[in-house]
C-alpha cells in the first residue's frame, strides 16, 4: 500500500478529529495555489472567504462565519492548531460522540466569528480573521468542563490535571488581549465560553450539536439513496449447488470476521497500530 492508499484509509476510517484537520490541511494547500502572493511572501485571501468584522460584510457573505475556521494565515498557524486539535480532539472523543465534536467545533466557530464581529463593531475596529483556534478553544473547554482532573502527562513538566492546562491557556490568552491579535484572542475566549457552555446545556439534558448531526445524516442519506429501476425483476427458479453456497458461506463469515476484529483494534488503539498486511488487507476490503 503505497502512501496515497494509506491517507485515503487513514481518512475513511478515522473520525471527525481527523477528518476535520484533513479538511484544514486541504484548504491550506487550496489557499497555497489560488491565493499566496509569492512575491510578497504572505497570504491575500479574498473577502469570502475570511471573517470580517464589518456587518454589513457578514450579512452579505454569511457563509464566512464557516470558513474562516477552515482556512489560515500560515504554515506555522496551520501546523499549531492542528496539532492543538488534534490533542483536544481525542480528550473530548474519550467521553463525546464523533457528532458531537463535529457540532461542537462548527457551532463554536460561528459562534467565536459572532463576538468577534460585534466586538470590533463596539469597539469602532476594522480587521478579519481567520483561523481554527476559537473551534479548538472550545473543544479543549468543554472537555475540562466535564472532567476537570484527567491527568494528563506533559513533556519536560510532568503529570497536571487538565483544568490546570486550559486555565493556564485561557490566562494567556486574557493576558494579551490587547497587547497583539486582539481579533484572534477575543475569538478564543468566546470558544471557550461556547465549550463550557456546551457542556452544561448537555449536562442537564439539551445537546445542541443534535441539528448539526440532523443536516449530515440527511446529506448522508440523500447521497447513499439508492435508486430506483425502471426495469422490473424477473425472477426464475433456480437452487444453487450446496456445496458452492457452504463455501461462499465460509469464506462471508471468515472475511467479515476479520474485518471486525481489524476493526475493533483500531477502536482500541487507532489506525496506526495496525501491521502492514492488516492495512492492506483493509483497503483492499474497503473497495
Known amino acids: 500500500m503505497n502512501l496515497l492508499d494509506d491517507l485515503k484509509m487513514q481518512y475513511k476510517m478515522g473520525g471527525f478529529e481527523q477528518k476535520v484537520i484533513y479538511w484544514n490541511v486541504a484548504a491550506f494547500l487550496l489557499s497555497i495555489v489560488f491565493f499566496y502572493q509569492f512575491k510578497f511572501g504572505q497570504f491575500d485571501l479574498p473577502g469570502w472567504i475570511v471573517l470580517s468584522a464589518d456587518v454589513e460584510g457578514l450579512l452579505l457573505k454569511p457563509w464566512t462565519l464557516i470558513t474562516y475556521s477552515f482556512f489560515h494565515a500560515g504554515f506555522f498557524h496551520l501546523l499549531f492548531n492542528m496539532m492543538v486539535l488534534n ?8 467521553f463525546f460522540t464523533q457528532k458531537q465534536f463535529l457540532g461542537l467545533y ?17 469597539l469602532g475596529l476594522s480587521a478579519s480573521i481567520v483561523g481554527a483556534s476559537g473551534a479548538i478553544m472550545a473543544i479543549l473547554v468543554a ?9 494528563l502527562r506533559l513533556l519536560l513538566i510532568g503529570n497536571v490535571k487538565l483544568w490546570h492546562f486550559t486555565a493556564v491557556v485561557l490566562i494567556l490568552d486574557l493576558l494579551y488581549l490587547f497587547a497583539e491579535n486582539t481579533g484572534g484572542h477575543i475569538a478564543h475566549l468566546a470558544g471557550a465560553f461556547f465549550g463550557f457552555l456546551y457542556i452544561k446545556l448537555l449536562q442537564s439534558g439539551t445537546d445542541l450539536s443534535k441539528g448539526i448531526s440532523f443536516i449530515f445524516d440527511s446529506a448522508a442519506n440523500l447521497f447513499t439513496r439508492k435508486k430506483a429501476t425502471p426495469f422490473k425483476k424477473v425472477h426464475r427458479n433456480y ?3 450446496p ?9 462471508k463469515d471468515k472475511t467479515q470476521q476479520q474485518i471486525d476484529e481489524i476493526l475493533d483494534k483500531i477502536s482500541q488503539s487507532g489506525y496506526d497500530s495496525l501491521t502492514k498486511d ?5 483497503f483492499k476490503a474497503g473497495k
Open 106 to 122: 462548527l457551532l463554536s466557530g460561528i459562534f467565536a466569528g459572532i463576538i468577534f464581529v460585534a466586538a470590533y463593531y463596539l
Open 239 to 241: 437452487t444453487p449447488k
Open 278 to 282: 492488516e492495512k492492506e488487507f483493509l
Open 243 to 251: 456445496e458452492k453456497m457452504a463455501s461462499k458461506i465460509v469464506t
Open 87 to 94: 490533542f483536544a480532539g481525542r480528550l473530548f472523543l474519550t
Open 143 to 151: 472537555t475540562a468542563t466535564y472532567s476537570p482532573y484527567m491527568n
